[in-house]
């Protein structure tokens, strides 16, 4: 009776460390495996012109070139947009602490930009 019982308490232990060894963190019952991946954001310092977004608002470069690439830094930690009020000429969305880059107009000029989320954000870029 001791050996039966000594053999019936090995295998639970058996069973119970590979069941224990082999559980994930997915929900019980489901079968599917989720996982969170954080983004370090990029803290590399872009080459070229910036409209940098900080603090519910924009600070747009100097003057740019027909046709310059230009780096959208978002420091503030919501979704903020680029958008022309001319009809269609840019509008770029920028995640919270995102970046994005928008290509100038090809003909110099004034274009003023708002923030399609938060419209009291104006900014204007001037092409030459």
Not at 20 to 39: I, K, L, R, Y
Not at 48 to 59: L, Q, S
Not at 93 to 109: D, I, N, S
Request: net charge negative; charged share 15%; with cysteine.
């Amino acid at each position: 009776m001791f050996r039966l019982a000594a053999v019936l308490v090995s295998a639970f232990l058996v069973v119970t460390t590979s069941v224990a060894c082999g559980q994930t963190n997915s929900p019980a019952g489901h079968g599917q495996h989720s996982e969170t991946v954080t983004a370090s954001p990029d803290t590399s310092v872009p080459s070229g012109p910036v409209i940098a977004i900080e603090g519910m608002g924009f600070r747009s470069p100097g003057p740019v070139a027909p046709g310059t690439e230009i780096t959208i830094v978002n420091n503030d930690e919501v979704e903020h947009s680029v958008t022309s009020r001319t009809k269609g000429l840019f509008d770029v969305h920028v995640e919270g602490k995102g970046r994005a880059t928008l290509t100038a107009p090809e003909e110099a000029g004034e274009y003023a930009f708002y923030c399609l989320y938060h419209p009291a954000m104006l900014g204007t870029l001037t092409v030459r």
